[in-house]
Each structure stands twice: as structure tokens, then as C-alpha cells.
């Protein structure tokens, strides 16, 4: 059972920065699109930014211009960093891949890390 690995959240001021960093452990065959998806309490996950295999990207309104995701095709990372935080960005956040895996047949599915939590407070 593949698990992604999160890191790099924390408590940060307004205004400031945090770079998050995901490793997807095991032997993938492919790996599609990675992305983050943010999830604040008592509302729905939702889709932050996303890159395709490609390097295209896709990004929330609300972070547009202030975050960036990249990507690590040869060691299966993804990154996301996170500028000029506002109080509003605070959230659990997750990483996800669409990838597939060989045991003797192709098996592809969507995983998902454990999330990382992100506090935007002064």
C-alpha cells in the first residue's frame, strides 16, 4: 500500500512563506498529474494546484500568483510553495497522485498523503 509522505507545514505569520514537499515512495510505472488539495475546518477537500506529467499547470483562484507547485519526475516529488499567506489559507493539506503501479498487471488509482497542516496566524 503506496502512502505519500508529506512535509514542511507549520504555523506561519501573515505574509510569510512555507514550501511543502511530498515523496511518493514505491515503483510507479507512470505517474500522471500531482497536485495538493487544501482542506479548512468544517469545509470540503478542494483542489489547491495540480501539475500534469507535462509540467502544465492548474491553480486555485484564490492562490494565483502566490503559490507555485513543481514537480521531480525522476524522484517522484512534488512541491508546493506557498507565498504571502493569508489567514484564509489555513487548512489541512493533502497531497495526491494519479499513478500506476506493475505486479504483473497494471493497477492505477489515486493516493493520497496523510496531510500536512497549515496556520496562517499572528
Known amino acids: 500500500q503506496v502512502q505519500l509522505v508529506e512535509s514542511g507545514g507549520g504555523l506561519v505569520q501573515p505574509g510569510g512563506p512555507l514550501r511543502l514537499s511530498c515523496e511518493a515512495p514505491?515503483?510507479?510505472?507512470?505517474?500522471?498529474?500531482m497536485g495538493w488539495y487544501g482542506q479548512a475546518p468544517g469545509k470540503e477537500r478542494e483542489l489547491v494546484a495540480a501539475i500534469s506529467s507535462g509540467g502544465r499547470t492548474n491553480y486555485a483562484d484564490s492562490v494565483k500568483g502566490r503559490f507555485t507547485i513543481s514537480r521531480d519526475n525522476a524522484k517522484n516529488w512534488v512541491y508546493l510553495q506557498t507565498n504571502s499567506l493569508r489567514p484564509e489559507d489555513t487548512a489541512v493539506y493533502y497531497c495526491?497522485?494519479?499513478?500506476?503501479?506493475?505486479?504483473?498487471?497494471?493497477?492505477?488509482?489515486?493516493?493520497w498523503g496523510q496531510g500536512t497542516q497549515i496556520t496562517v496566524s499572528s
Open positions: 495526491n497522485l494519479d499513478g500506476c503501479t506493475y505486479t504483473g498487471a497494471f493497477y492505477c488509482r489515486s493516493y
Open positions: 514505491g515503483s510507479f510505472s507512470s505517474i500522471n498529474a
